[in-house]
């Protein structure tokens, strides 16, 4: 007997060999955060690049949009459960986002800001994979208030609530800070291949 897979009992077994243990597959990406949708306004939006780097970056969306794009399908998982194959992001690769500066090898952490100080963090060689976005479109619109415009980080390994919305700073820092949920007894990775929910 094919297992069920929630609102996706059809789906091929091909497909379910990409969702991990304890995952469904839903049908549109839902819109999940602490509080409510921000309106980040796009003319004054800017990211930052702090911490140890050097030298510190600032960037306007003008700036982002103008660095190499990249587009790229990514399967998403939530740690509340649900999935969503094949995500469409158009965005920047970090390593392009960084092309203009040098990460003190001091660093191994990052903090990862969004808006009004959600936080969420990552080892540094999790940010540095080349599948990490710094993306600007979802399925070939701008991204939405929504789901994190003008740019959200996007970290398809990870359970989804490292893919900071509302990205205003990344920081690189010697030692772990814990972020948001990650303080609250989430897992400081979050593999959902390996089941990291709760730590
Ligand atoms: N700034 C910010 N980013 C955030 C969150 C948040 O509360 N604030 N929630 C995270 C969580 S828990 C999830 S599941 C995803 C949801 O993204 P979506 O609303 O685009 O589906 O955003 C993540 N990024
Ligand atoms: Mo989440």
């Known amino acids: 007997m094919a ?23 839903v049908e549109r990406l839902p819109v999940l955060q602490t509080g409510s949708v921000r309106h980040l306004d796009r003319s004054s939006w800017v990211l930052r690049v702090t911490g140890l780097v050097d030298p510190p970056l600032r960037f306007s969306l ?31 690769q970090i390593a392009d986002l960084l092309a203009g500066t040098r990460i003190l090898p001091t660093a191994r952490h990052v903090l990862v800001h969004g808006d009004r100080a959600w936080t969420t963090n990552l080892p540094l060689e999790e940010l540095l994979r080349d599948d990490v976005l710094a993306a600007y479109e979802y399925e070939g619109s701008p991204l939405s208030d929504e789901h994190g415009g003008p740019v959200r980080l996007v970290v398809p390994r990870l359970y989804f609530w490292k893919s900071a919305k509302w990205m205003t700073e990344i920081e690189f820092m010697a030692e772990r800070r814990l972020g948001y949920w990650e303080s609250v007894g989430y897992h400081e990775l979050g593999d959902p291949w390996k089941e990291q929910r709760y730590s």
């Open 62 to 92: 003008e700036d982002i949009l103008a660095l190499p794009a990249t587009s790229q399908v990514s399967d998403i998982h939530c740690v509340t459960t649900w999935s969503m194959l094949d995500t469409h992001w158009m965005g920047v």
């Open 3 to 25: 297992p069920l897979f929630g609102k996706r009992p059809d789906l091929p077994s091909r497909l379910a060999a990409r969702v991990p243990p304890g995952q469904h597959v």
